[in-house]
Nanobody, 125 residues
């Protein structure tokens, strides 16, 4: 399974970005895809997840109402639409995948076997 994350960049506070995670080499419907982020000096944080089996989603409280995860089955790509960005959203963002992640572990990096490279998001005026 290979994951390729892209779409990061520099944006002013209040702005928007859309991250993409292209997934290949996997049976798409059995995998749960998550977005994590890691800011300098902080632990990696699970922020959003989508279950491709039934399209259910999860968002951490820190991004609820501002970020939306979605998937395009035809393109085997998962998106993270990030709106109302704040300076504290600055981090390296990673996508990760595994099959049948237990709900209680959905935001835990140890629950995911496959990882893409990170993409930097910087929110600053």
């Amino acid at each position: 399974v290979q994951l390729q994350a892209y779409g990061g960049g520099f944006v002013q506070p209040g702005g928007s970005l859309r991250l993409s995670c292209l997934v290949s080499g996997a049976s798409w419907n059995v995998y749960d895809i998550a977005w994590f982020r890691q800011a300098p000096g902080k632990e990696r944080e699970g922020i959003s997840c989508i279950r491709n089996s039934d399209s259910t989603t999860y968002h951490a409280e820190s991004v609820q109402g501002r970020f939306t995860i979605s998937s395009d089955n035809a393109k085997t790509t998962v998106y993270l639409q990030m709106n109302s960005l704040r300076p504290e959203d600055t981090a390296v963002y990673y996508c990760a995948a595994d099959s049948s992640v237990i709900q209680s572990n959905i935001a835990s990096q140890t629950a995911y076997t496959y990882w893409g490279q990170g993409t930097q998001v910087t929110v600053s005026s």
